[in-house]
């Protein structure tokens, strides 16, 4: 690769991250509730407002940061919340395994910052738009309008959610906007037999396997989801050949 | 915990994050994955996402499964599901899918 060419690939490029705030644009909302939502439940766990700031600004992992808050509240050994993190996070090992080769050029520095606010939603809407890892103009800034847009909203949510705790009832159930943002995401890579097949064993999984002690369940349903879907999409390659 | 615990907890759970989301974006170039493993990664954010939506749509607060109609969330996520293969507009679900599942709430239709 010339180091001219990639230098042009990841100057700014306006449009590009103006195609990215578009695209996350109607996500925001809904990471914004699911930012309350964690943000109320991490001050009703006990956490101080100064803890509870440091912990959605340095830690920016909602999932994670919802499972350990029981633990913080039961007094599990720190060893314990580590471990359930980690499990509820390796996900995002697939996911850095996925995004990282776009941009394997970047300094170290950038490369780190770029994975460490790369969320579910920002993975899956970039890989939709970029499913090849050829490097390509405006990728790194439609990364970024998908990537800072979505950091806000998270921890405006987040912060309101601390400093306003209780005054928002939790019947009304505000998190199911991220729920719902979610779902916009996911239908439109369910495309064709083998995805169809992944997603309908890795939500049974989820479900079934909720009990599983260290959040489990989650890593299990991705691992089952991927290898069902693999084997569906080979059985279909082998009856299409004549 | 104590506060300390607590200081220390958090720490903890940002190296969890950075040593997963970062992993392969600093240390990807030493790492050759199989195309066949590559093939089958594609599927992991469908996969992920569903293994988050599907739980909260299906289990009560205390984790049992909720198949009735009374489930006000499953039913709002089914229609919203519906509601975006016909509009295939994001903003427009995430409203229609909070005024469907607000409405089934305080209506109790079901």
């Given at each position: 690769m010339m180091p001219d060419a990639t230098v042009g690939a990841d100057r700014h490029d306006p449009q590009a991250w103006r195609e990215g705030l578009k695209t996350g644009m109607p996500t925001l909302f809904g990471i914004g509730a699911w930012g309350l939502v964690v943000g109320i439940a991490m001050v009703k766990t006990g956490l101080t407002v100064p803890q509870a700031l440091a912990m959605t600004l340095i830690v920016f992992a909602g999932s994670a940061?919802?499972?350990?808050?029981?633990?913080?509240?039961?007094?599990?050994?720190?060893?314990v919340v580590f471990a359930t993190a980690l499990v509820v996070n390796l996900r995002f090992v697939i996911f850095s395994a996925l995004l990282a080769p776009h941009f394997a050029h970047l300094p170290w520095k950038q490369r780190f910052g770029l994975g460490y606010v790369s969320g579910d939603m920002t993975v899956a809407l970039f890989l939709q738009r970029y499913p090849s890892e050829a490097p390509e103009a405006g990728k790194l800034s439609y990364l970024l309008g998908l990537m800072v847009p979505n950091w806000a909203a998270w921890q405006i949510g987040s912060i309101a959610g601390i400093f306003l705790g209780s005054a928002v009832p939790p019947?009304?159930?505000?998190?199911f906007a991220g729920t719902l943002a979610i779902i916009c995401i996911a239908v439109p890579l369910v495309a064709g037999r083998a995805a169809l097949c992944g997603v309908l064993v890795a939500g049974a999984t989820a479900v079934l396997a909720a009990g599983l002690p260290y959040k489990l369940g989650l890593l299990a349903a991705v691992v089952l989801g991927m290898v069902c879907a693999m084997v569906v999409a080979e059985l279909g390659e082998k009856s299409a050949k004549p | 915990m104590n506060d300390w615990e607590i200081w220390v907890t958090i720490a903890v759970l940002a190296v969890a994050t950075a040593a997963?989301?970062?992993?392969?974006?600093l240390v990807g170039h030493h790492i050759t994955i199989p195309p066949r493993i590559q093939a089958m990664l594609r599927f992991a954010p469908a996969c992920a996402l569903a293994a988050i939506i599907a739980p909260d749509l299906l289990l009560g607060p205390q984790g049992q499964l909720q198949l009735a109609l009374s489930n006000a969330k499953l039913l709002a996520g089914v229609a919203a599901i519906v509601f975006?293969?016909?509009r295939r507009n994001m903003l427009q679900t995430i409203v229609f899918g909070m005024l469907a599942f607000t409405g089934l709430r305080l209506l109790h239709v079901f």
């Open positions: 940061q919802l499972a350990s808050l029981p633990l913080i509240a039961a007094g599990a050994p720190i060893w019947e009304w159930g505000l998190g | 997963t989301r970062s992993s392969f974006w975006y293969l016909i």
